[in-house]
């Protein structure tokens, strides 16, 4: 009896699971619709759809994932959007925003192989569990170690799942509340020359705002604010093939940078 009722709850709690919101079971009823597609950046801050090899000669590009599942009822949370950061930082055109960018290149060209294999290990791409399934395997992991009973198990999968249940939704009011900027396509934007930036993007302006090679602000480790000059990086920079971490002076080797935005 219990059960039928949580069952029949969620079939309405915003998921779509039944396609009565819009046909096809879990699919998008709030009309998100891209402002960037995989060849044209409209606004660098926004999220981009990629293009990728299907392995057979041809290419799939994938949407976004379920832009409405942040509005699906938690089960603990007092709201979806309980713990939305109240603003994005490093906007471009700021200069926190290339600064995040070379950090990213900076991290990922001193990955270890040990680092490259954890990497690997939590990508939960396709025909993987993914991540809500990949906690459940710990939890199994957990409850076969210590010799679990059945109503253990049913205590530990109902906490363990309803509280990946909540994070999903979390973050999705997020990345759909803000839809920030992929790494990827921030990291082409930044290190892109001007001339290059201009014909990705469709309409002027984000480049005017700041000129290249003007100067903006960020703090280091210590707090002090130190000026970073934004320098073009070349033609050579754009594109992922030929994109490789260059040495710009702007880590420490304690805690990531903060940056400020000006």
């Known amino acids: 009896m219990v059960a039928a009722a949580v069952i029949a709850f969620r079939h309405h709690d ?3 699971q039944l396609g009565d919101l819009h046909p096809g079971a879990y699919s998008d009823y709030t009309g998100y619709a891209p402002v960037n597609d995989p060849d044209h950046i409209n606004d660098p801050n926004r999220w981009q759809p990629l293009r990728f090899s299907d392995g057979h000669g041809g290419t799939v590009t994938p949407g976004f994932i379920a832009p409405h599942w942040g509005r ?3 089960f603990a949370l007092t709201s979806d959007s309980q713990f939305r950061p ?3 930082g ?3 055109p700021f200069g926190g925003y290339r600064v995040q960018a070379e950090q990213i ?3 990922s060209g001193r990955l270890t192989d040990f680092q490259k294999a ?3 290990y939590w990508a939960d791409g396709p025909n993987s569990e993914l991540p809500p399934g990949h906690w459940m395997l710990f939890g199994q992991f957990v409850s076969q170690h210590d010799g679990h009973t059945l109503d253990q198990d049913v205590k530990l999968f109902f906490a363990l799942a309803n509280a990946v249940f909540d994070a999903g939704i979390v973050a999705w009011d997020c990345k759909r509340a803000y839809d920030y900027v992929r790494p ?8 892109a020359p001007l001339s290059v930036r201009q014909r990705l993007v469709h309409h002027p302006g984000h480049d005017r705002a700041r000129g290249e090679g003007e100067s903006g602000n960020r703090r280091d480790c210590e707090g002090r604010a130190e000026r970073v000059r934004q320098e073009p990086c070349g033609e050579r920079a754009y594109g992922v ?13 304690g805690s990531p940078v903060r940056v400020r935005d000006v």
Do not use: K, M
Not at 184 to 191: F, G, L, N, P
Not at 241 to 252: D, E, G, K, L, W
């Open 14 to 16: 915003g998921a779509n």
């Open 72 to 74: 699906v009822v938690p």
């Open 86 to 88: 109240p603003e994005v």
């Open 90 to 92: 490093n906007l471009y």
């Open 105 to 107: 290149l900076h991290y």
């Open 118 to 120: 954890i990497a690997e």
């Open 184 to 191: 990827v396509t921030a990291v082409h934007y930044a290190r």
């Open 241 to 253: 093939a030929r994109i490789a971490p260059q040495p710009v002076n702007t880590y420490c080797t």
